[in-house]
């Protein structure tokens, strides 16, 4: 089976494509900077893994020796004014790299969705300029164009499952009114594998999303239901720039700013897939919104914070699951209080105390603060 390479494997999408294409029977190679990251996947032992970087001309090409096609996953995301020019550079030294190697066909992109004819934030204009770099040298390119990503962990996720966990009310900049078309990871890692196979007459830029095409303001409320949350009160202003509302969501979420401030720019454009493309050439039924914000909360609802990415053979375990390299601020906020005590009495009369704290009863100190907690759930 032909052998395929993997950038970014330690990222979000990365580290989930690996066991999808590994599944599909390719043999997978992994160029990362830090080998030692991958220690801990469940599927290190089943993948070849070279030392290098994306800029090193010298060990991309090693890594892309044998290899029939690989995947540019690699993208700038933090707070550097130079992110542009760095990402520029690293397809460059990928295309010149790929022209060199004897058996690859193809380069796999995942890219931002977006009108090239919009006025573009510069972290999709920087998405979009990825792409004709890499279409520029003589390998064939697919570009696969997605909006945001719904999966435990991915960074557009997060940020909206905080901004919804931590504000039962908000004001929110006027772009929370723009449209979007949400797409599941499974769905993404989907459409990314069939990539391979695609025939030379199919476009070189394929826009992917879901099946519905909601409002930021939607999803938000929409996942407040999903999460069992009351409706949110959201009330648009025309006032808040997107640095200051990035500023704002690095205070209030586990998010740096550095990161909020690409995603909100993102949001100031409308996302929506225009073409038939992905059904003509990637045809795929796409799982919707709520689905797939129903499987990224798995984690949280089952309590499972830490150690579900070392059970490979978990059953139902899905690619919204988390993976040792997703940041710290990925999952969601659980806090636990455990205490022991040892006591002669039975189970029964034990669980008759416990569950008898509260209501007129009382608490065990401070009722006006428990009262208040209340009224604030």
Same mark, same amino acid.
């Given at each position: 089976?032909?052998?395929?390479?993997?950038?970014? &494997?330690?990222?979000?999408?990365?580290?989930?494509?690996?066991?999808?294409?590994?599944? &599909?029977?390719?043999?997978?190679?992994?160029?990362?900077?830090?080998?030692?990251?991958?220690?801990?996947?469940?599927?290190?032992?089943?993948? !070849?893994?070279?030392?290098?970087?994306? /800029?090193?001309?010298?060990?991309?090409?090693? &890594?892309?020796?044998?290899?029939?096609?690989?995947?540019?996953?690699?993208?700038?995301?933090?707070?550097?004014?130079?992110?542009?020019?760095?990402?520029?550079?690293?397809?460059?030294?990928?295309?010149?790299?790929?022209?060199?190697? &004897?058996?690859?066909?193809?380069?796999?992109?995942?890219?931002?969705?977006?009108?090239?004819?919009?006025?573009?934030?510069?972290?999709?204009?920087?998405?979009?300029?990825?792409?004709?770099?890499?279409?520029?040298?003589?390998?064939?390119?697919?570009?696969?164009?997605?909006?945001?990503?719904?999966?435990?962990?991915?960074?557009?996720?997060?940020?909206?499952?905080?901004?919804?966990?931590?504000?039962?009310?908000?004001?929110?900049?006027?772009?929370?009114?723009?449209?979007?078309?949400?797409?599941?990871?499974?769905?993404?890692?989907?459409?990314?594998?069939?990539?391979?196979?695609?025939?030379?007459?199919?476009?070189?830029?394929?826009?992917?999303?879901? $099946?519905?095409?909601?409002?930021?303001?939607?999803?938000?409320?929409?996942?407040?239901?999903?999460?069992?949350?009351?409706?949110?009160?959201?009330?648009?202003?025309?006032?808040?720039?997107?640095?200051?509302?990035?500023? @704002?969501?690095?205070?209030? /979420?586990?998010?740096?700013?550095?990161?909020?401030?690409?995603?909100?720019?993102?949001?100031?454009?409308?996302?929506?897939?225009?073409?038939?493309?992905?059904?003509? @050439?990637?045809?795929?039924?796409?799982?919707?919104?709520? /689905?797939?914000?129903?499987?990224?909360?798995?984690?949280?609802?089952?309590?499972?914070?830490?150690?579900? @990415?070392?059970?490979?053979?978990?059953?139902?375990?899905?690619?919204?699951? $988390?993976? $040792? /390299?997703?940041?710290?601020?990925?999952?969601?906020?659980?806090?636990?209080?455990?205490?022991?005590?040892?006591?002669?009495?039975?189970?029964?009369?034990?669980?008759?105390?416990?569950?008898?704290?509260?209501?007129?009863?009382? @608490?065990?100190?401070? !009722?006006?603060?428990?009262?208040?907690?209340?009224?604030?759930?």
């Amino acid at each position: 089976m032909e052998q395929i390479l993997v950038t970014g &494997a330690t990222g979000y999408i990365g580290g989930r494509l690996v066991p999808e294409l590994l599944a &599909a029977g390719y043999r997978v190679r992994c160029l990362a900077r830090t080998p030692a990251k991958l220690q801990d996947f469940p599927w290190r032992a089943d993948v !070849d893994v070279v030392p290098g970087d994306v /800029t090193d001309a010298g060990s991309l090409t090693a &890594a892309m020796e044998g290899c029939a096609a690989a995947y540019f996953l690699v993208h700038s995301m933090g707070g550097d004014e130079r992110f542009a020019e760095h990402d520029r550079r690293a397809a460059e030294v990928f295309r010149d790299a790929a022209a060199t190697a &004897a058996r690859l066909e193809r380069i796999v992109y995942l890219g931002g969705l977006g009108a090239d004819e919009d006025d573009l934030s510069d972290h999709l204009r920087s998405r979009h300029e990825v792409g004709r770099v890499l279409a520029a040298g003589p390998v064939r390119v697919t570009e696969l164009r997605a909006a945001v990503v719904i999966g435990s962990g991915s960074a557009s996720f997060e940020m909206l499952r905080n901004l919804v966990d931590h504000l039962p009310g908000m004001v929110c900049p006027r772009w929370v009114r723009n449209r979007c078309q949400p797409i599941a990871v499974r769905d993404v890692l989907h459409q990314l594998v069939a990539a391979l196979r695609l025939p030379a007459a199919a476009p070189g830029v394929i826009e992917i999303g879901g $099946p519905d095409v909601l409002t930021y303001e939607e999803m938000m409320q929409t996942f407040a239901a999903v999460a069992g949350l009351r409706r949110r009160l959201i009330v648009p202003v025309p006032l808040l720039s997107p640095r200051l509302s990035s500023l @704002w969501i690095g205070l209030v /979420t586990p998010l740096p700013a550095g990161l909020a401030r690409p995603l909100v720019e993102s949001l100031l454009n409308e996302v929506v897939v225009r073409g038939d493309e992905a059904r003509r @050439w990637l045809p795929h039924d796409a799982i919707d919104f709520r /689905t797939a914000l129903e499987l990224a909360l798995r984690r949280v609802e089952g309590f499972d914070v830490s150690t579900s @990415w070392s059970s490979a053979g978990l059953p139902g375990r899905t690619p919204a699951d $988390p993976l $040792p /390299t997703d940041p710290d601020w990925a999952g969601g906020t659980l806090l636990a209080d455990e205490r022991e005590a040892t006591t002669t009495a039975s189970p029964a009369a034990v669980f008759a105390t416990v569950a008898g704290i509260g209501g007129r009863r009382g @608490w065990l100190v401070a !009722d006006p603060l428990w009262i208040a907690r209340g009224g604030l759930d």
